[in-house]
């Protein structure tokens, strides 16, 4: 990757955890679930880009690793944001519909920004296409979270917070598994060419 690529992962890197770090506060003062998801999705993201820029100048296989790693991250990430509806549908919650799509409506024009500043990457080697996924999820999460803070706003129940988080939870494990699938054939092909 040329310097202009580490640059985007850096930028992209530096939006990312910004974004986590401001989703978590909005989600823990919203009572959100569909906050949360959304965070933890961006704190994943962030560790991404810092695995694909680790990656750089390696070996195939170490990137290919590098994307496992990701998914395997992900992974953890999707159940734990599934545990967490559980406990808020068990224990109750109030959602603030405002700072649910107020803190969404950031998170989609910074990750807006980032896809299109990883557009030239998304048919790179198996760790770029990664990133190019994590944060092609994170947009349709943004737009989920926007829905469901409307949702409550009209209906008055956290239903739609909690059902948001649950399937953001479940595209993060589907995204997950499908990076970890990747990976898995990169190694195979890396293994062959040998």
């Known amino acids: 990757m040329d310097a202009g690529g580490r ?8 939006l990312n955890a910004a974004m986590a770090v401001i989703g978590g506060l909005a ?17 994943s993201d962030a560790g991404a880009y810092s695995i694909g820029l680790l990656a750089v100048g390696r070996t195939v296989r170490f990137k290919a690793n590098a994307a496992l790693l990701t998914g395997g991250v992900l ?28 803190t969404a409506l950031l998170s989609l024009a910074v990750n807006v920004a980032v896809l299109r500043l990883l557009m ?11 990133v190019w996924l994590c944060t092609r999820a994170d947009v349709i999460a943004n737009l989920g979270v926007i829905l469901a803070g409307a949702l409550v706003f009209w209906m008055g129940t956290p239903y739609p917070d909690l ?3 649950t399937l953001i939870g479940l595209y993060v494990i589907r995204e997950s598994f499908g990076i970890m699938g990747a990976a898995r054939d990169a190694i195979r092909e890396a293994r062959v060419g040998k």
């Open 120 to 130: 030239p990457l998304r048919s790179g080697e198996v760790h770029l296409r990664a």
């Open 7 to 14: 640059r985007v992962l850096r930028i992209a890197l530096a």
């Open 75 to 102: 992974l953890v990430l999707g159940a734990g944001v599934l545990f967490e509806v559980g406990r808020r549908a068990i224990h109750g919650a109030e959602p603030l519909s405002g700072w649910m799509i107020g």
């Open 163 to 165: 059902a948001i988080g």
């Open 27 to 43: 989600a823990w003062i919203a009572q959100s679930a569909g906050l949360l998801a959304d965070a933890l999705d961006m704190l």
